[in-house]
């Protein structure tokens, strides 16, 4: 079965670096889009990034754009977030989520699976 386990949330200072990463097992990576999502604290579920599923064309929400950073690795089967100047508005949960074909979409009807979460705080 499919499973994503996502890792590496921290509790961070304003400013700071954090990569998180997503291990994918139980389907063809490599064939997929992946995509990262996150949910604020009292917010809705919000699309963060995406990547095909050769690891081309990646896309960003454009709060995040210029700031994060998304690749994956098609033999270890991981897909990482590399996020930079973290600010509190970034604090969420974020999810790593399997897309439905290889193109990666913003909508999010178009990830159907995602793993349980790594909390990220930014907080001075």
């Known amino acids: 079965q499919v499973q994503l386990v996502e890792s590496g949330g921290d509790v961070v200072q304003p400013g700071s670096s954090l990569r998180i990463s997503c291990a994918a097992s139980?389907?063809?990576?490599?064939?997929?889009?992946m995509n990262w999502l996150r949910q604020a604290p009292g917010k809705r579920l919000e699309w963060v990034s995406g990547?095909?599923?050769?690891?081309?064309?990646?896309g960003y929400v454009e709060s995040v754009q210029g700031r994060f950073t998304i690749s994956r690795d098609n033999f270890a089967n991981i897909l990482y977030l590399q996020m930079t100047n973290l600010q509190p508005e970034d604090t969420a949960v974020y999810y790593c989520?399997?897309?439905?074909?290889?193109?990666?979409?913003?909508?999010?009807?178009?990830?159907?699976?995602w793993g349980r979460g790594t909390q990220v705080t930014v907080s001075s």
């Open positions: 989520a399997k897309g439905t074909s290889g193109p990666y979409s913003t909508e999010l009807a178009e990830s159907d699976y």
């Open positions: 139980g389907f063809s990576f490599s064939t997929y889009a």
């Open positions: 990547i095909n599923a050769d690891g081309g064309f990646p």
